[in-house]
């Protein structure tokens, strides 16, 4: 399976971006998907996650409320909604195929990440 991330960008403290993913190639409804972000100079780190048939959705402590993510298996896409962006929101964003490990979610398949920069 192949991951295609876009929607990355420059917006102000605040405001809204809204993350696309598109997949390609294998069996897209069967997978949990997920989002990730790294930050200049720290690990990646959990973001969100769907289930496969999108009923369930999982979110980091640190964008509950302000995050919102959501799959369309028809047209093979997982979104990431973010809103009142924070400046430490700012990393670069990575989609990925995931499975839960424990309590922990785990990154099976990665895209290739997109830039999100919020400026205070």
């Known amino acids: 399976v192949q991951l295609q991330a876009s929607g990355g960008g420059l917006v102000q403290a605040g405001g809204s971006l809204r993350l696309s993913c598109a997949v390609s190639?294998?069996?897209?409804?069967?997978?949990?998907m997920g989002w990730f972000r790294q930050a200049p100079g720290k690990e990646r780190e959990f973001v969100a996650a769907?289930?496969?048939?999108?009923?369930?959705?999982y979110y980091a402590d640190s964008v509950k409320g302000r995050f919102t993510i959501s799959r369309d298996n028809a047209k093979k896409m997982v979104s990431l909604q973010m809103s009142s962006l924070k400046p430490e929101d700012t990393a670069v964003y990575y989609c990925?195929?995931?499975?839960?490990?424990?309590?922990?979610?785990?990154?099976?398949?990665w895209g290739q990440g997109t830039q999100v920069t919020v400026s205070s």
């Open positions: 769907i289930s496969w048939s999108g009923r369930s959705t």
């Open positions: 190639g294998g069996t897209f409804s069967g997978y949990d």
């Open positions: 990925a195929a995931v499975n839960l490990v424990g309590s922990s979610w785990s990154g099976q398949k």
